[in-house]
């Protein structure tokens, strides 16, 4: 995060309603830390004003007129790499455009409010404000000359161990999406069962998971409470409730509920990770992805003393290098390892050695 006397991060904004431009203009200036250099209504005066003002962020919003926001993203990102912050509208059409800026490079987003009420504007604006500021730290230099995804590279054939007995746990902030996407692309469908807290708002999480389950040989949904942890399955907290992992008889199980912040999230790492050290100890696998801040670096610390494997994304292949970099430092990490050398990693931990 920037200090004070640190240059002002410049922000150029894009969005086709005059009137949203000057609401954000206004919003992001209360902020001693962000400039907004510049707007842009559609997204090829915005390519012109890039170049010109080289902005630190962008902001874009995600339904345009002549080009979209996710397909100005497919052009952006492997010319020009900047951390962009997509403005979202909270409805089915808005969930799933957000899903897929997040695919093609976006790093985070905000939702309008769905009234015209001040409160909501003003609980946005400080979310964005926040969100700038990480963005600025942001390292999004890979999608430059991006290469086409790896494809899947673990076949069936493989044989793991623990079955019903094991749990993948794994958490994630900013740029996690992305991070979440490339593993559970390279899981085969044997994988044991995944639990994932990803920080994201409500109502957003269940397109995210039919996005993965289109792309995984994992079935891949948003959590349910009593949902069974089985292998071949990835569950994904909801936003604004917790989730923890408890173990019934011979099978474990999901707990959603209403619960406090933790870490200043709802859903939070440390909640499923320090439940998962708790009840399934030395079956579990954790692993720590892109985000800022400190969230479930106890929670994987809890997990390592149990007796679980834990794995964290390295520096160069995070977006935002401080959750693993947190869970480094406390002790919690075994490995930390580039993104697509996780699975591989998590793979040979379960494998079984068949003569």
């Not at 900047?82 to 509208?89: E, F, G, H, L």
């Not at 269940?206 to 079935?219: G, N, P, R, T, V």
Request: hydrophobic content about 40%; aromatic content about 4%; some cysteine.
């Amino acid at each position: 995060m920037l200090e004070q006397g640190s240059k002002k991060i410049k922000v150029l904004i894009i969005d086709d309603s005059a009137l949203v431009r000057s609401i954000l203009e206004s919003g992001l200036g209360k902020d001693p830390m962000i400039t907004v250099v510049g707007t842009a209504s559609d997204p090829y005066i915005a390519r012109d004003k890039i170049l010109e003002l080289e902005p630190d962020v962008l902001t874009l919003d995600v339904e345009m007129p002549r080009m979209d926001g996710v397909a100005f993203l497919r052009k952006l990102m492997p010319q020009y790499p900047i951390p962009v912050i997509m403005v979202s509208a909270l409805t089915e059409r808005g969930k799933k455009i957000t899903m897929n800026a997040l695919e093609a490079g976006a790093i985070d987003f905000v939702t309008k409010p769905s009234t015209g009420v001040s409160r909501g504007l003003n609980a946005m604006m400080a979310d964005l404000r926040e969100k700038v500021k990480i963005a600025s730290t942001a390292d999004v230099s890979h999608w430059r000359s991006r290469q086409q995804p790896l494809p899947r590279s673990h076949p069936e054939s493989r044989v793991l161990s623990g079955g019903t007995d094991k749990v993948i746990a794994i958490g994630a902030s900013t740029g996690g999406t992305e991070a979440i996407r490339t593993m559970i692309k390279m899981f085969p469908a044997s994988t044991p069962g995944v639990a994932i807290v990803q920080h994201m708002p409500p109502g957003f999480i269940q397109a995210f998971a039919e996005s993965l389950d289109h792309q995984s040989a994992m079935q891949v949904k948003e959590a349910e409470n009593g949902d069974r942890i089985l292998p071949g399955r990835v569950v994904i907290a909801p936003g604004g409730k917790q989730m923890k992992i408890y173990r019934s008889g011979g099978v474990y199980l999901t707990k959603i509920f209403d619960g406090e912040r933790v870490n200043g999230h709802c859903p939070s790492v440390e909640v499923l990770m320090n439940s998962v050290a708790e009840q399934v100890g030395d079956n579990a696998v954790g692993v720590m992805l892109t985000g800022m801040g400190g969230d479930g670096a106890k929670g994987l610390l809890a997990m390592r003393k149990a007796g679980a494997r834990t794995f964290a994304q390295d520096e160069k292949t995070s977006v935002v290098f401080g959750m693993p970099k947190v869970a480094y430092e406390i002790g919690a990490v075994e490995k930390m390892l580039p993104i697509d050398a996780i699975v591989p990693a998590i793979l040979k931990s379960l494998e079984q050695k068949v003569d």
